[in-house]
């Protein structure tokens, strides 16, 4: 596969469940990104890694909960969520923090909170 | 702050008809600017992208030129297709940050 993989593409969950969202990147990127993608607002940067260490994180709440074990791979932990926080969540990735005008996405996956 | 406001969609076109997209911003300084596309069920990609006042950013057919004195950036086409149907978003970097419009929806029919 190449460029930037998400799995899964569409999560139900409740309010109390645990989930996981999973970002692939096959370009050998060293930067890696979360966002939240809601109708008709912009897109909101929630996460930033640089070679596996955060460095950003843009005052999301703590029942969102990245880890990036390596420089490939980035997870998003979600633990009692609300329905607000549905969304399409995007993951990208770009050779260098500062290159964010170069970053590749990968199609997101589409959240529902129940 | 810096900010970018894009028109509301969504933008419903006949083929062959010309497109505009209007994107205003708010920044301090020199940003460059972007516009990015989304297809259906597909990540967000670069489209074209400008780095300085009167620079025309272009691709596919999409035009677009930056415009200090108004603080604009609209993305003109002159004749859309049903394959242009998608979701664009106009952004800004400042400070190495990337500022989003909140995209507009583009509708082509046959």
């Known amino acids: 596969e190449t460029g930037v993989t998400q799995t899964p593409r569409h999560l139900v969950m409740g309010m109390t469940n645990k989930k996981s969202l999973k970002c692939e990147q096959h370009?050998?990127?060293?930067?890696m990104y979360w966002y939240k993608q809601s109708a008709k607002k912009p897109l909101e940067l929630m996460f930033v890694?640089?070679?596996?260490?955060?460095?950003e994180n843009n005052s999301v709440p703590s029942r969102f909960s990245p880890e990036c074990p390596n420089s490939s791979h980035l997870f998003l932990h979600l633990h009692t969520l609300q329905p607000e926080d549905s969304a399409l969540y995007l993951c990208?990735?770009?050779?260098?923090?500062?290159?964010?005008?170069?970053?590749?996405f990968g199609p997101g996956t589409r959240l529902t909170v129940l | 702050g810096n900010s970018v406001t894009q028109m509301e969609g969504p933008v419903t076109l006949s083929e062959e008809a010309f497109l505009t997209i209007n994107c205003t911003y708010t920044?301090?300084?020199?940003?460059?600017l972007f516009w990015y596309v989304q297809y259906p069920g597909e990540g967000l990609q670069l489209l074209l992208k400008a780095t300085k006042a009167d620079d025309k950013g272009s691709n596919k057919g999409f035009e677009a030129t930056y415009r200090k004195e108004t603080t604009s950036f609209h993305l003109e086409k002159g004749s859309v297709q049903v394959s242009d149907s998608a979701v664009y978003f106009c952004a800004l970097d400042s400070n190495y940050q990337l500022i989003w419009g909140a995209g507009t929806k583009l509708i082509i029919k046959p």
């Open positions: 890694y640089n070679f596996k260490e955060q460095t």
């Open positions: 370009l050998g990127h060293n930067a």
């Open positions: 920044a301090t300084g020199y940003p460059s």
């Open positions: 990208a990735s770009s050779q260098d923090p500062g290159e964010r005008d170069t970053q590749y």
